[in-house]
């Protein structure tokens, strides 16, 4: 099953391409949108199946009524398990799953067009770069991106100040005026590097992808992780309203205590 008909990526970056479209809408499935998730997994209703389509758009379905499918399935009676376990658990393990889906329908598509070995060891690299869906939706993501900087208590309180902000993740340092030697004019090279490598290094807490300079980004006042405004439909405008933006998860924390 897969939306927008038949599509049959042939490269490696078009295969990667494809990838990272589902793994983003799977993502949204299991993140921003885990409330709607919840409740179409209906203990109900017959097996059902977690999809995510190259568009980023996700859906639960019943699987493919052909066999063998036309793509890998992904794993059956997700929705069985929802009232048997805590959320954070069942979560979890659909998050699990579907990163073994993704894998099989990426090296599905390497393998029905003859991928190589250098192919199928880049396409490999490339998924790799990115987090796991399991590691965003658990959180570990942004714990290993954050073991990994070395943020000063400075630019920590600065963070804190400014909550909201268009295309910049962390705000930057003030240029000193007007250097009076070489030695303080490297100083503030130095710590304008240092904050770029922050920059670099900031991970949507939503997809797990990293900061780039044209987006805009929100962060939230609570967890204080960063997200992009899209993966939680925050809009500029709109953010320039919020005083006190709680991203879906602490949202769902606080409607659940």
């Known amino acids: ?22 793994r983003n809408g799977m993502i949204k499935a299991l993140t921003s949108d885990v409330q709607e998730f919840y409740r179409l997994c209906d203990p109900e209703k017959e097996n059902l199946c977690l999809y995510g389509h190259p568009n980023e758009h996700w859906e639960v379905n019943l699987p493919a009524e052909e066999v063998p499918p036309e793509l890998p399935e992904p794993v059956l009676g997700i929705n069985f398990a929802r009232d048997g376990m805590q959320e954070k658990d069942w979560l979890s393990l659909v998050a699990v799953h579907s990163d073994a889906w993704l894998l099989a329908v990426a090296f599905f598509f390497g393998a029905r067009f003859g991928f ?23 959180g570990t993501a942004k714990k290993q991106s954050k073991e990994k900087s070395s943020v000063s208590n400075n630019s ?46 900031t991970q949507c807490g939503a997809c797990g992808e990293s900061y780039a300079a044209d987006e805009f980004w929100i962060c939230c006042d609570l967890c204080e992780n960063w997200f992009h405004g899209k993966c939680v439909k925050i809009t500029p405008a709109r953010a320039e309203h919020i005083k006190q933006y709680k991203c879906p998860s602490c949202s769902n924390k606080r409607a659940r205590s």
Do not use: C, H, W
């Open 1 to 22: 099953m897969d939306g927008g008909g038949a599509y049959n990526p042939r490269t490696v970056e078009e295969v990667f391409r494809d990838f990272k479209g589902r």
């Open 116 to 138: 190589d070995k250098a192919d199928r060891k880049r396409l490999f690299n490339m998924m790799n770069d990115l987090p796991s869906i399991f590691e965003v939706v658990a």
């Open 156 to 201: 920590s309180n600065r963070s804190k100040s400014n909550s909201k902000r268009g295309s910049e993740p962390r705000s930057k340092l003030t240029k000193p005026e007007e250097p009076e030697d070489e030695e303080e004019e490297e100083e503030g090279v130095e710590e304008e590097d240092e904050d770029e490598d922050e920059q670099g290094e």
